[in-house]
């Protein structure tokens, strides 16, 4: 009674309390918007006591933390443009029945909390899962359909488009990903209308929004000074050069606008410094849109150089160092048994897992300076795509009796190294002598939209991707899609941008799969010397009583 937004959502037997709370005002000034989701599973809701010695929850699980990144990301965009102020969603699972879905329930949720509060939330979103099993689509497929579904994609969409797409698939054409994602976005109309309703008889009047305002004399003389060094800068092509000049214009900017900084006052400094960003993204997006030229000079469509290695480091059982660019992942594979499988505790019960991937991503890949901690939520949620997208190719357990894990450590990063994560791994595994159904590759899509005006990018920058309005990364092999995640920064993708950026995807994939496949095009016939061995003996019946 005392949050801002809470709703009790039953879907079934499956209950889920998601309650919104805000800090005062609009946070107006803040850098950022500070929004923190945490979806949390309690093991009282399947009618089990926790494992472990404590035997109580602890930290989110990977599956919460997943769930929590997937609850975030198509609700971002709704909120009001100037709002920042500390903004809270918590879903607690509290019943959950073993047949529907409490992350589709949580999802729900948010939003209608979101839209029953005073918090500028500005349309109710809706969530669904899709499956495909024998052609048909599925709108919430429990467990043992997923089990025969090739299709298993999580998604949200406004009433007039999408906002975020996750799944996987089982080397299905683009065409029935497209046909996933719309018939998921008809499904959740129904759901959109009843918020839409709820709203109508206990929704709260929503808060004014301050925005902030900049001088505007101090913005004409600030983008006048800064917008040719910006031009300039925006076509130096290595990152590290690009940004220091880019440190270097922001300096110079500040001493020709204000004529001493030190007495500057705070605030217009911070001002200065906005407009120069805003200029800036201005500016990268006009040349894309108008000239087809990106930061780096590269088309729209074209890929960075690609140099694959293998067998890089001698001891391990397979490893591969792949380079895109200016982003480059060194992947190794460890084979086990079935004592290092990974055991993991959910409301559905314990199961084992025989595949692993784990991506790390250390600070000096980036060139900054901080001390390595345990993975954080982006770490997880990239591990997590790279592992769906070759999970379904890696051989099941009596084909192949072994344990997987596969390690992605980021070296260099300038965009996507998710995907360079998804290349370098199903090298590093090939490498090893697993029998991979086929290779897979990975690409990240962007989008730079102005009215009707737009380009979908291939292998984006990191600029790209944090001045651009789309982040859609496609994982597949020559014979179709095998795991996809978009991400969209604006208030949602027509049919039309879908369409061609997963045509466009496609298109790079097969150009990134042609160059991995000179470097190596089967699986070794053979396993590491250093792997262990599985050796079998068929033993005569009439000698079993003597074992």
Not at 295 to 321: F, M, N, W
Not at 340 to 357: H, I, R, V
Not at 382 to 408: C, M, N, Q, W
Request: hydrophobic share 40%; proline share 5%; aromatic share 6%.
């Amino acid at each position: 009674r005392r949050v801002h937004g809470s709703v009790l959502v039953r879907y079934g037997e499956t209950a889920v309390l998601v309650a919104a709370t805000a800090a005062k005002g609009s946070g107006i000034g803040a850098a950022f918007f500070p929004l923190s989701v945490h979806y949390v599973e309690k093991s009282y809701a399947a009618g089990r006591i926790p494992g472990g010695f404590v035997k109580r929850e602890g930290r989110l699980s990977d599956n919460e933390t997943l769930t929590s990144r997937l609850i975030d990301r198509p609700l971002r965009p709704c909120f009001d443009d100037h709002y920042m102020a500390e903004t809270l969603i918590m879903a607690t699972v509290l019943s959950f029945d073993q047949e529907n879905p409490s992350d589709v329930a949580a999802m729900i949720g948010a939003s209608a909390a979101l839209c029953l509060s005073d918090i500028p939330f500005s349309s109710p979103i809706g969530g669904i899962r899709v499956g495909r099993i024998n052609g048909e689509f599925v709108a919430n497929p429990n467990a043992a359909q997923l089990a025969e579904s090739d299709v298993n994609i999580f998604m949200a969409g406004s009433k007039e488009a999408i906002l975020m797409v996750e799944g996987e698939a089982k080397e299905v054409s683009e065409q029935v990903m497209q046909d996933a994602i719309w018939f998921g976005h008809e499904q959740i109309q129904p759901v959109i209308q009843m918020q839409e309703e709820l709203v109508r008889r206990c929704g709260k009047p929503k808060r004014e929004v301050e925005a902030v305002e900049i001088d505007k004399e101090l913005e004409e003389k600030t983008s006048n000074i800064a917008r040719p060094k910006l031009q300039e800068a925006l076509r130096i092509s290595d990152k590290q050069e690009r940004y220091e000049r880019m440190d270097q214009i922001v300096d110079e900017v500040i001493q020709e606008v204000t004529g001493n900084p030190e007495e500057a006052e705070e605030a217009t400094l911070k001002d200065i410094k906005t407009i120069i960003g805003n200029v800036k993204k201005e500016e990268m997006r006009s040349r894309i849109l108008k000239d087809n030229v990106r930061i780096d000079g590269r088309s729209p469509k074209d890929i960075r150089p690609i140099a694959c290695e293998l067998r890089v480091l001698p001891r391990t059982h397979g490893s591969a160092l792949f380079t895109r660019g200016e982003t480059q992942a060194l992947a190794v594979t460890t084979l086990g048994t079935q004592e290092d499988e990974q055991m993991q505790e959910s409301l559905s019960g314990m199961n084992y897992k025989n595949f692993m991937l784990h991506y790390n991503f250390p600070s000096f890949c980036v060139g900054e300076a901080r001390p390595p901690r345990a993975p954080g939520r982006r770490e997880i949620g990239h591990g997590h795509l790279a592992e769906r997208g070759l999970a379904s190719l890696v051989p099941i357990k009596e084909d192949f009796p072994y344990t997987v894990r596969l390690v992605s450590e980021v070296l260099e990063s300038n965009g996507s190294s998710s995907m360079a994560t998804v290349c370098a791994g199903s090298l590093a595994m090939m490498d090893a002598g697993i029998p991979l159904k086929a290779a897979a590759a990975g690409i990240a899509m962007g989008l730079i939209l102005e009215g009707e005006e737009y380009a979908v990018l291939s292998d984006i920058l990191g600029d790209e991707d944090h001045l651009g309005d789309m982040d859609f990364k496609v994982v597949g092999t020559e014979s179709g899609v095998t795991a996809l995640q978009m991400d969209i920064k604006i208030k949602g993708l027509t049919k039309e941008i879908v369409e061609k950026s997963l045509e466009q995807a496609h298109e790079g994939r097969m150009h990134i799969l042609g160059i991995m496949k000179e470097s190596l095009g089967e699986p070794r016939e053979k396993l590491s010397n250093y792997a262990p061995r599985f050796i079998s003996h068929k033993i005569p019946p009439m000698y079993s009583a003597l074992i």
